[in-house]
């Protein structure tokens, strides 16, 4: 469900999903550079491994870059962790502009349902147009199939 939040001069993205999978494993998904790397950008892109590096602490940084379209379109993703509570709660930037101080905040929260499955609550906010926003929550919605395909394999 991709829910487009709008509220003042407020833009962003609310997704909600429910996973099969315990959220020790949603967190690994979002923490660990391998899982990360085959997740990020869906499976119209490429992220490899040895791209990623994740300094998973407040104050870390992390980055990664992606290899997208048909033209395999180069970009550079970097972001720095501003809150992490294992396996509960992670906070961080994330930007694609080189050199620039712009950038998204994104918000994930795991919530335990019992039973194996976890919620997990995303949020982006920041600068970007409503447009860019509607995109960029279809491309994060495609992101999170892949997440629960490879929880399910799990």
């Known amino acids: 469900m991709v829910e487009p939040a709008s509220t003042g001069a407020e833009n962003g993205i609310t997704i909600s999903r429910v996973f099969a999978a315990p959220r020790e494993h949603v967190w690994r998904e979002w923490t660990e550079p391998e899982r990360f790397a085959d997740w990020y950008g869906g499976?119209?892109?490429e992220?490899?491994?040895s791209t990623v590096s994740m300094?998973?602490?407040e104050g870390g940084a992390w980055r990664a870059t992606m290899f997208a379209g048909p033209g395999r379109?180069?970009?550079?993703w970097k972001g720095e962790y501003r809150e992490v509570v294992p396996p509960e709660?992670?906070?961080?930037t994330v930007s694609d502009q080189p050199g620039e101080d712009a950038y998204e905040l994104v918000i994930?929260?795991?919530t335990d349902l019992?039973?194996?499955r976890t919620e997990m609550l995303f949020q982006q906010r920041g600068r970007m147009s409503a447009e860019q926003y509607e995109r960029a929550g279809q491309?994060?919605?495609?992101?999170f199939d892949r997440i629960a395909e490879r929880l399910a394999g799990a």
């Open 139 to 143: 491309g994060w919605s495609g992101f």
């Open 89 to 92: 709660r992670l906070v961080f």
């Open 55 to 57: 300094d998973v602490r």
């Open 73 to 76: 379109h180069e970009i550079q």
């Open 114 to 116: 019992g039973d194996g």
């Open 47 to 49: 992220v490899p491994v």
């Open 43 to 45: 499976s119209d892109a």
């Open 108 to 110: 994930v929260v795991l």
